[in-house]
């Protein structure tokens, strides 16, 4: 039996770091604006008729094997080795996997990995779990492996894809789709651009620092997690009125609150590939996921694109194509 899935990655447009447990509990909820992007997850499970177990991650030229998978946890492929386990195959597998986006982009392509091998382990194992579980799931075992408190944001683009305002409330997430035709689609994608800053970033270590300068009340944290949420909700209403220059001022707005919250957010390199960008005639830069370095997401009026595209890759990023996943997780099973 073979059976392979994909799924997308995302851009946060706005509300990051609201969707981390409990911090939105303290703000009476949270709500965080982000949209698929076709920088994809891919996943091959394939059935073996011996007692090993191999697990390959080709973008990163990773593999393991061995009879147990236990012993592969805290490995480099720690991640799905968890996932294997815990869906626990009747027999073992090859796993392959491969991310379309760089590593280190604050793309969540971790989070859509998982969604991605979550959702062809419940088909080979003919679970049929609801969305709602299997992301719950995903949360925890990405948890279990950094060992940091993470937000769940990141894992509905990769099941539903689109664009999505995701509502983090006392009673559960809620997820509300913001359906766009693709004219507006369109519309959108002509005025971002995607770049990675050429620096990875670990988003775990700043969500962090965030929470523990929220809780412990730490120069003006508290304020600006307030001002994000006020954000997203701005974010989300430009989006549904199709506002797209509100969107831009929106964008800009969440980055200045987002760099203030803790040390490390941004850097002098990131400042200069945003100063490029601004000064060849962008709107607003800002940083994806919870910053740090990734990539970056730019608003530019269409016709000044090329001109803040070419200023972006003169200042050392490199372009990445930004198009919004019209799909979220696909899973089809192949015969031997």
């Known amino acids: 039996m073979v059976v392979r899935a994909d799924a997308p990655s995302r851009v946060d447009l706005a509300g990051g770091t609201l ?12 709500i965080t604006v982000n949209c698929a992007v076709e920088l994809r997850s891919w996943v091959t499970i394939e059935t073996r008729d011996d007692n090993l177990f191999r697990i390959r991650a ?59 091998l979550s959702g062809a382990l419940c088909t080979m194992t003919s679970r049929q779990l609801e969305p709602q579980r299997i992301i719950d799931t995903a949360a925890n075992l990405e948890a279990q492996c950094i060992k940091i408190p993470t937000g769940k944001q990141d894992y509905y683009p990769a099941m539903y894809g689109g664009i999505n305002a995701i509502w983090f409330e006392v009673d559960g997430d809620r997820v509300e789709h913001l359906d766009m035709t693709e004219e507006d689609l ?89 100063s490029a960008a601004l000064d060849a005639g962008a709107l607003a830069n800002k940083l994806c996921g919870a910053g740090g370095g990734g990539c970056m997401i730019t608003y530019a009026p269409p016709k000044s694109r090329r001109d803040v595209e070419q200023a972006i890759e003169q200042a050392g990023a490199t372009l990445l194509q930004f198009r919004v996943a019209r799909k979220g997780l696909t899973v089809h099973t192949e015969s031997d």
Request: hydrophobic share 40%.
């Open 58 to 116: 080709d973008d990163i030229d990773e593999e393991q094997i061995g009879t147990d998978l236990d012993s592969m946890l805290d490995g480099p492929l720690d991640l799905p080795a968890r996932v294997v386990r815990h869906y626990a195959p009747s027999c073992p597998v090859n796993v392959t996997t491969r991310n379309d986006a760089p590593k280190g982009s604050g793309l969540g392509a971790s989070s859509s990995l998982l969604i991605t």
């Open 19 to 30: 969707d981390i447990w409990p911090l939105y509990l303290f703000e009476d909820g949270g």
């Open 186 to 274: 369109r519309e959108l994608e002509s005025r971002l651009i995607l770049s990675f800053t050429g620096i990875s970033h670990f988003s775990g270590a700043s969500n962090w620092a965030m929470m523990k300068n929220y809780i412990d009340r730490i120069g003006v944290t508290v304020e600006n997690i307030s001002a994000i949420k006020k954000t997203s909700l701005e974010m989300r209403d430009a989006l549904v009125a199709r506002k797209w220059d509100s969107v831009a001022e929106i964008l800009a707005e969440e980055w200045e609150n987002r760099r203030r919250l803790a040390d490390g957010v941004s850097t002098p390199n990131i400042e200069r590939i945003m």
